[in-house]
């Protein structure tokens, strides 16, 4: 016999807080161990340091105990502890090479915790976003072609995605996957029906018409157009299976994996054959240990090879923390900084990082599929695939999976842009899944009688 209960929602709050504790200690010890590593001393920054990520931490956790009660209580502190280990390393990097770069990294992440916390309190409902569909496909173009501006556009590294107004630099593609995101989800939504069910039928699939698919479609060849003249063709793959896995959760037809293959494969090709970086990354992918590869002046397989080396000295638990050499590697702050974890925390490290992604990946998934509504799902769905994809798409390079890319790990690597997206994306998952975790409101009983004088009435509101 079946014995139905009643199960009161909770808002896990105090286990959030406690996570979080956990995430800024792991990162403090990580940081005081560089000193260790490197000179044999605590640094005497490591309380200013962890004292700096756990303020930011509580300023987050606090707006959500106000705002969203009922949020994931388990992203926030997945997010922190990523950040906070990316910038130990960082700082272990800078005392090797003599650069500045965790000051300014701590300071991007300052910005990146007041702008989440900011959308978190603004945004009350994710589902206003959905008002927006065609303003944010507008400002994703607008976003993209930036960089192509003379007077905003940077080359850095043969790639023009960057934009600068004095000494600061900005990349505005990155906050273009949200903008995206926000698009294809609103969009879809909205023509997942026609899209399901409408078209003509080739070679047993079923396609869309020209006209349900047609605005989606602009939008996402203007942008990965934009970004193939950029030369950033890591960020352009990132959209395309963006696009891709929207679609394929909008309509649920495994029809569109199969044309997603086989447009990636099309279009790689492509890119192969039209773009000499592009092949210079495949040749060293393909025989990097070959001399003339090595030690090709440009595009050569030296950073590839010599962060095999790192994971392999590495080995199972590592050189420890400042005593290995990931300095060798170029980029070894931003491209190739899982190849620097790999080195000094070893096998064991390496995994423990990735598996802090993965509860961030999972976290989102398990939102899309908790919250009520069409769009909040797909939009969940999105930004926990892009996640996703853009670890697996780094690691594969580093790991010599799949060839380069250019892209960089989420909250570890150093780059301002990267690092303030990335906390929006936080944020915007952390107030999907309150919808999706907040109880549902009490339902009249319909064995009680109306009395017509009590002035009750029912409001019914179309989602």
């Known amino acids: 016999m079946a014995v139905v209960t009643e199960h009161a929602a909770r808002s896990r709050r105090g286990t959030e807080l406690w996570l979080l504790l956990l995430a800024v200690g792991v990162a403090m010890l990580a940081y005081g161990l560089v000193g260790v590593g490197v000179d044999g001393t605590w640094s005497p920054r490591v309380l200013a340091y962890g004292g700096g990520l756990a303020g930011l931490a509580l300023v987050v956790h606090l707006v959500l105990r106000w705002r969203a009660p009922y949020a994931d209580p388990v992203l926030l502190p997945a997010a922190v502890a990523l950040n906070g280990l990316g910038l130990a390393m960082i700082h272990r990097l800078d005392l090797a090479t003599g650069s500045a770069q965790a000051p300014r990294q701590l300071l991007w992440s300052a910005i990146g915790v007041v702008a989440a916390t900011v959308l978190v309190v603004v945004l009350r409902d994710h589902r206003l976003l959905r008002r927006y569909t065609y303003v ?26 960057w934009i600068g107004v004095g000494p600061l630099s900005f990349q505005p593609g990155e906050i273009a996957k949200i ?100 092949q210079q990354r495949v040749d060293g992918w393909l025989d990097p240990f070959a001399a003339d590869v090595y030690d090709r002046q440009f595009g050569g397989s030296y950073q590839l090879v010599q962060g095999l080396f790192g994971l392999a000295n590495g080995g199972l638990t590592g050189t420890g923390l400042g005593r290995g050499r990931p300095d060798i590697v170029p980029f070894a702050n931003s491209d190739f900084i899982l190849a620097s974890i ?40 999105g930004l926990a695939f892009t996640v996703a994809l853009q670890c ?22 150093a780059g301002g842009s990267s690092l303030l997206t990335n906390w929006l994306v936080v944020a915007l998952l952390l107030r999907i899944s309150d919808a999706a975790r907040r109880p549902a409101p009490p339902v009249a009983d319909p064995a009680r009688p109306v009395d017509p004088g009590a002035g009750e009435t029912q409001v019914v509101r179309t989602v």
């Open 342 to 381: 790999g080195e000094e925390l070893g096998l064991v490290g390496l995994v423990a990082v990735l598996m802090l992604y993965l509860v961030v990946v999972e976290r989102g998934l398990r939102t899309a599929i908790g919250v009520r509504d069409g769009f909040g799902k797909l939009l969940a769905g």
């Open 392 to 413: 697996f798409v780094v690691a594969g390079g580093v790991l010599r999976v799949i060839p380069l890319t250019g892209l960089t790990m989420p909250f570890l690597a």
């Open 179 to 278: 903008t995206l995101a926000v698009f294809f989800a609103g969009y879809l939504v909205t023509a997942r029906d026609t899209l399901s069910l409408a078209g003509p039928r080739v070679l047993g699939l079923q396609l869309p018409r020209g006209r349900d698919l047609g605005p989606i479609l602009v939008a996402w060849a203007g942008s990965v157009g934009i970004l193939v003249l950029q030369r950033d063709l890591g960020t352009s793959l990132l959209f395309f299976g963006l696009f891709v896995a929207v679609l394929y959760l909008a309509t649920e037809r495994t029809s569109w994996i199969a044309i997603g293959l086989v447009l990636f494969a099309a279009g790689a090709y492509t890119a192969f054959r039209l773009f000499g970086h592009v």
């Open 136 to 161: 944010a496909m507008v400002a994703s173009l607008v976003l993209l072609l930036l960089p192509l501006l003379p007077v905003l556009g940077r080359t850095i590294n043969g790639a023009r995605i």
